[in-house]
């Protein structure tokens, strides 16, 4: 078992940047690798760093066992949930997601 926590979202302005960490607890072979979003009206997707340009960076710390997404040059169709998760062979987990909402 592991479990994930978001934080780090937010109300920010157009053009804005805002991190997003994502920390692990419980089972130590099991870390967060990806993050999703879900905007308005849309599904949850992947968080690919290539579709958004090179505006989004996702890194991790091991010895913190923290995901990260930097996301700069934000847009007002950024604004959704964002969500991390850490996967095994038998099972995806999610962490409850942090509001990011951007205001143009």
């Known amino acids: 078992q592991v479990q994930l926590v978001e934080s780090g979202g937010g109300l920010v302005q157009a053009g804005d940047s805002l991190t997003l960490s994502c920390q692990a607890s419980?089972?130590?072979?099991?870390?967060?690798t990806a993050w999703y979003r879900q905007t308005p009206g849309n599904a949850r997707e992947l968080v690919d760093v290539?579709?958004?340009?090179?505006r989004f960076t996702i890194s991790f710390d091991n010895a913190k066992r923290t995901l990260y997404l930097q996301m700069t040059s934000l847009k007002p169709e950024d604004t959704g949930v964002y969500y991390c998760?850490?996967?095994?062979?038998?099972?995806?987990?999610w962490g409850q997601g942090t509001l990011v909402a951007v205001s143009s």
């Open positions: 290539d579709s958004v340009r090179g």
């Open positions: 419980g089972s130590s072979g099991i870390n967060p």
């Open positions: 998760t850490a996967t095994t062979s038998n099972a995806v987990y």
